[in-house]
């Protein structure tokens, strides 16, 4: 199985504050990658797949890029309600794979 | 509108069995591949099965295989999971989702809001 490795496991931010995940997967896997919101108690809701495209509705100060194996999701000016935990997935093959997230807390 | 629903959680003693269901609508279910994932109490995701819109294309994570299968019946619009076997670790959150596909890419859009299944004597 692809692994995919997060970073940082969690960050503190203030808002306003730019902010960026990395997500690096054990072999190259093109662009074939994906970022989630999740909010507690909340279903994961897609915010950029295939490395870089916005997801319809999802607000432009996300921003996703990379390819091979290292990804970068950026906020760019974070707001009150990006404060969540944020899952990278690979979907290079047919056993997708998540990264193990990175909660995004009030500084 | 598009609408996942998951029901059939609960509580479950180890070594017992249970069937989640996943009722769909507001979308041409056959269509569409589909998955579930869980997600344990204050841990990750964990991506679990996956079936074609026929159902004749199956996958599943190595952690599941042999326990689990994954079906669908398209007329009712309904995708299952049976758990067989139930170990402690299968206590989770088990999402329904379906595969959003753009030429070769693909990703899990919408999910169901989830239901809850708790391993325990």
């Known amino acids: 199985d692809i692994q995919m490795t997060q970073s940082p496991s969690s960050l503190s931010a203030s808002i306003g504050d730019r902010v960026t995940i990395t997500c690096r997967a054990s072999?190259?896997?093109?662009?074939?990658l994906n970022w989630y919101q999740q909010k507690p108690g909340k279903a994961p809701k897609i915010l950029i797949f295939?490395?870089?495209s916005l997801q319809r509705g999802v607000p432009s100060r996300f921003s996703g890029s990379g390819s091979g194996t290292d990804f970068t999701l950026t906020i760019s000016s974070l707001q009150p309600e990006d404060f969540a935990t944020y899952y990278c997935?690979?979907?290079?093959?047919?056993?997708?794979?998540f990264g193990q997230g990175t909660k995004v807390e009030i500084k | 509108e598009v609408q996942l629903a998951e029901s059939g959680g609960g509580l479950v003693q180890p070594g017992g069995s249970l069937r989640l269901s996943c009722a769909a609508s507001?979308?041409?279910?056959?269509?569409?591949?589909m998955n579930w994932v869980r997600q344990a109490p204050g841990k990750g995701l964990e991506w679990l099965s996956h079936?074609?819109?026929?159902?004749?294309?199956?996958y599943y994570a190595e952690s599941v295989k042999g326990r689990f299968t994954i079906s669908r019946d398209n007329a009712k619009n309904s995708l299952y999971l049976q758990i067989n076997s139930l170990r402690d670790e299968d206590t989770a959150v088990y999402y329904c989702?379906?595969?959003?596909?753009?030429?070769?890419?693909?990703?899990?859009?919408?999910w169901g809001q989830g239901t809850l299944v708790t391993v325990s004597s």
């Open positions: 072999q190259s896997i093109g662009s074939y």
């Open positions: 079936i074609s819109g026929s159902g004749s294309t199956i």
């Open positions: 295939a490395a870089y």
């Open positions: 997935q690979q979907s290079y093959t047919t056993l997708w794979t």
């Open positions: 989702a379906i595969t959003a596909e753009s030429g070769v890419r693909n990703w899990f859009d919408p």
């Open positions: 507001g979308f041409t279910f056959s269509s569409h591949s």
